[in-house]
């Protein structure tokens, strides 16, 4: 439940950074990204995950030890999720900045402890391999090398297109 408020508030505040913003090319393009980015998160949660934890759900022998791994799962999800609305949030308001590191560390970290936390959960408790979810924490991971001359649409823009992949190739 309180994943789908996280999802929710992290639409939120992308939707009010827009707002805010002024009127440019570099809005819309920052904006589309976080919203894009925002839509993978909710389809890596949705999509093949969440049909694996119900199938383990309905079979398994010690409901009490999986729920307690889905809650540790959820809470750095949901960390991850509060990562991105900031990152979002900062790259709308802020487009042609520098980038500093706390918003590289948003942007990026966000979507990679939600990948991560998905990928302990399906290994953890369905015994599922998440191979997609790993490979794409490394792309926005490896990407941040090269933060610095960059503003925040570069980032904002990898990282969305690392979660789009990684969500279209798991709906596989």
């Known amino acids: 439940m309180y994943l789908i408020i996280a999802l929710g508030e992290t639409v939120l505040t992308t939707g009010t950074a827009i ?8 809005t819309l393009v920052t904006g589309s990204a976080a919203l894009a980015g925002t839509v993978a998160l909710w ?21 009490i030890r999986d729920s307690r791994f889905a809650m540790n799962g959820l809470t750095a999800m949901v960390a ?15 487009p042609d900045d520098h980038v500093p590191a706390a918003v ?10 939600f990948l991560l936390a998905q990928v302990w959960y399906l290994r953890t408790v369905p015994r599922v391999s998440s191979r ?10 490896s990407s941040d090398l090269l933060r610095s001359p960059y503003a925040p649409t570069w980032p904002l ?5 690392s979660l789009a992949i990684v969500a279209i190739c798991d709906r596989r």
Not at 80 to 94: K, P, T, Y
Not at 104 to 113: R, T, W
Not at 132 to 141: E, F, H, L, M, T
Not at 157 to 161: C, G, S, W
């Open 19 to 26: 707002a805010a913003a002024p009127i440019t090319v570099m």
């Open 43 to 63: 389809a890596l949660y949705f999509g093949r995950s969440e049909l694996l934890a119900i199938q383990h759900v309905e079979t398994t022998s010690d409901p």
């Open 80 to 94: 991850g999720l509060i990562a991105v609305a900031v990152g979002n949030e900062h790259a709308i308001a802020h």
């Open 104 to 113: 590289s560390a948003s942007l990026y970290g966000g979507p990679i402890l």
């Open 132 to 141: 997609v979810q790993v490979i794409g924490s490394v792309a926005p991971s």
């Open 157 to 161: 823009m990898v990282a969305a297109l």
